[in-house]
């Protein structure tokens, strides 16, 4: 009997010890930042700021210098910096947790086109992934669907809930396409050429894409005798309730996709990934279209282009005036989303103001996702959704949190991989 008791203990102490950290509890005092160098999201910088909220919603930002009274706790931060929490875009972040295990992957669905399938509801709030973003700064992401040509529809989550109900701070913003590609490769493994080719059925596929959506119109302007959800769920397309998320990449692609996004009438509308966008700037800024950036880390795609032309992509955009933020699809996105400040890091360091490559995974992530209202920076009447670091949060060396607030709530920090970290920090120590 002993033995079992002493068996159960010690699965709930493992379990315990490797369990998500508790979802903060609503905060019941107000906060006052004082003395640190406030980045407000905006590409404006306050030196020795004073920043208060209360009851989860910024209250004052300005000089440390003006004589307004401190509020509740005060947090001396002099010679520290606090950023607007960090927006991750485009990821699946809480759709996969362990890559080789099939029953934890529901990033995508069977069938081609999806429109209605929901991401939100598959959002695993408890995924340790997840909880292992907030040391970094990354307190809210896009989670978006992938497979298929229509994936389905992305929400917006803080990264601090007990389930997907609680995370949710925009519910279906919008609906995922992947657009085709106008080339093609054959398959070496099988000993075709590898060699990228033109696709002969680029204009096919193409062309089913606006029957799809054709039908759709007709379909949601009929008596609906029938019910389609798939047709049902792209009204928000039409409507303008909806965003757009059309994955490109390809000077022709994307202009194709612009083109027949208007001709259906479809005005809401962001490039994501984006390869070659720069190219097409000048048609991205006319019909005001926005752009999700891949990640920089990664060689060009194009012989032709620079050898550091996905470093200085962002600059060329958003000098030529397109609104540019940053995503994370590709390999190994999930565990990489926690990298998302030294991406935007990487851009200051080729050419891009320091401010507006925060700006990038803040404000411009926030206005892109339609979030903007009430949070990407740091303003009186937003979600005091910000954290206090030891340095620069956009280089690897200054990203040291020291406090997490997302909605007003402290939230912890620690996680299975800060647990590591103390346990193998003190094994080469000398005695």
Not at 19 to 44: F, R
Not at 319 to 333: A, R, Y
Not at 375 to 393: M, N, R
Request: proline share 3%.
């Amino acid at each position: 009997m002993k033995k079992i008791i002493y068996s159960v203990l010690f699965f709930c102490l493992i379990g315990n010890s490797t369990a998500q950290q508790t979802p903060a509890d609503q905060q019941t005092t107000a906060y006052s930042i004082e003395g640190a160098t406030a980045h407000l999201g905006n590409g404006e910088v306050i030196e020795n700021s004073l920043l208060i909220f209360n009851e989860g919603k910024i209250t004052f930002v300005g000089s440390a210098m003006a004589t307004t009274a401190r509020l509740g706790s005060v947090i001396n931060a002099k010679g520290k910096h606090v950023y607007p929490g960090f927006i991750a875009a485009n990821t699946t972040l809480g759709l996969v947790e362990i890559d080789a295990v099939k029953a934890t992957n529901d990033q995508d669905e069977i069938g081609i086109m999806n429109p209605h399938i929901r991401s939100l509801i598959a959002y695993n709030a408890e995924s340790k992934v997840v909880e292992s973003m907030r040391p970094n700064g990354v307190l809210m992401a896009q989670i978006t669907p992938r497979g298929g040509v229509l994936s389905g529809t992305s929400s917006v989550v803080q990264l601090d809930a007990w389930n997907w109900e609680d995370a949710a701070i925009k519910t279906d913003d919008g609906i995922h396409m992947n657009w085709p590609s106008s080339f093609t490769s054959g398959k070496w493994w099988l000993g075709e050429d590898p060699a990228l080719k033109p696709d002969v059925k680029y204009a096919e596929n193409v062309d089913e894409i606006k029957a799809y959506f054709m039908n759709a119109k007709n379909y949601l302007a009929s008596n609906k005798e029938k019910t389609h959800l798939p047709y049902q769920a792209t009204a928000g397309l039409f409507d303008g309730s909806k965003r757009f998320f059309i994955h490109v990449s390809g000077q022709k692609e994307i202009t194709d996709a612009i083109t027949v996004s208007k001709e259906l009438g479809i005005h809401n509308l962001i490039i994501v990934n984006g390869e070659a966008a720069d190219k097409v700037a000048d048609l991205l800024v006319k019909n005001n279209v926005s752009v999700i950036l891949d990640r920089p880390h990664r060689n060009p795609n194009s012989e032709d282009d620079a050898y550091d032309a996905t470093y200085t992509i962002a600059k060329t955009l958003l000098d030529k005036g397109v609104l540019v933020s940053l995503g994370m699809e590709g390999q190994m996105e999930r565990m990489q989303t926690r990298n998302l400040p030294f991406y935007a890091g990487t851009f200051a360091a080729f050419g891009l103001d320091k401010e507006l490559a925060v700006q990038l995974i803040t404000l411009n992530t926030a206005t892109i996702l339609g979030i903007d209202a009430f949070t990407g920076s740091l303003e009186v009447g937003k979600d005091a959704t910000l954290f206090i670091s030891e340095g620069d949060a956009l280089e690897m060396r200054g990203n040291i949190l020291i406090h997490a607030f997302i909605q007003g709530r402290s939230i912890s920090l620690e996680t299975h991989q800060t647990a590591l970290w103390k346990r193998y920090s003190n094994k080469y120590k000398t005695k």
